[in-house]
């Protein structure tokens, strides 16, 4: 098995280094992802190769562990990763159109309510209608500027990442079964932390726009005011 992974996990260490040459971490952890699989397959093409000898058989649950490390590696890094950014604006603007509809739908009750006139409901109803109108005329830039700004967060932290785990990734030699335990362990913790690092900075894409918006919640206050006036 050491042979067999030999060749794949030293492209992985390639990969990691690749960041020391101004590489985007990002890229580099969709390569370090991308080669995980690989060496999956390389395992698979060794195990196949191998046949039903007892030698397999015995290796057969080892086999099953380094290749269940392998996909997760592969499948976090090389293909849930690169898709958060997507997930995230998209999710981002869901939010917004869903503001529209609301506020579509307040506009008319809203009107409605200036008939009946009562001054309390019209109060309530202005208050909610400006801070939707609000939310969706100041939502779609502010998830540009959240955007933007996650991608650099993203890029400093995984640069981060990267750096703290140089000494102890690429001084694993994969020439025994604990080492090649342990640098799947180690590649396991990196792309759970690669994940996690990606997945909170693109949540800005989301929080900003909405602590933004808060921020000016003073605009209702103002509504109050002038209603009282």
């Known amino acids: 098995m050491a042979e067999a992974l030999e060749a794949p996990l030293r492209s992985i260490d390639a ?33 196949a190769i191998q046949g039903n000898t007892w030698q397999a058989k015995v290796m057969k649950p080892i086999y ?20 958060v950014p997507l997930i995230a604006f998209i ?8 503001n529209v509809v609301v506020g579509t ?6 009107a409605i309510a200036c008939i009946g006139g009562d001054s309390l409901r019209r109060q309530s109803y202005t208050e909610q ?27 400093g932290l995984l640069h981060l990442v990267f750096l703290f785990a140089f000494p102890f990734i690429l001084n694993i030699l994969p020439v ?9 362990v180690a590649l396991m913790i990196l792309a759970r932390m690669c ?4 997945m909170s900075a693109f949540s800005l894409v989301i929080a900003l726009p909405d602590m933004a918006i808060n921020f000016l919640g003073i605009a209702s206050k103002r509504v109050r005011i002038l209603w009282r006036v």
Do not use: H
Request: glycine share 10%.
């Open 105 to 110: 739908t307040m506009a008319s009750f809203f």
């Open 129 to 155: 209608l400006v801070s939707c109108m609000v939310d969706v005329i100041l939502r779609p830039s502010l998830m540009v500027i959240g955007f933007t700004a996650a991608g650099m967060v993203a890029n």
């Open 176 to 184: 025994s079964f604990l080492g090649i335990l342990g640098k799947l």
């Open 64 to 83: 099953v562990a380094a290749g269940a490390f392998l996909l997760f590696v592969g499948y976090t890094l090389g293909v849930l990763m690169p898709f």
């Open 15 to 47: 990969a990691i280094k690749s960041i020391e040459n101004a590489d985007s971490p990002m890229l580099a952890a969709q390569q370090v992802g991308q080669q995980a699989l690989m060496a999956w397959q390389a395992l698979q093409s060794f195990q």
């Open 91 to 98: 999710g981002g603007a869901l939010f917004w159109f869903v």
């Open 195 to 198: 994940v996690g690092v990606v």
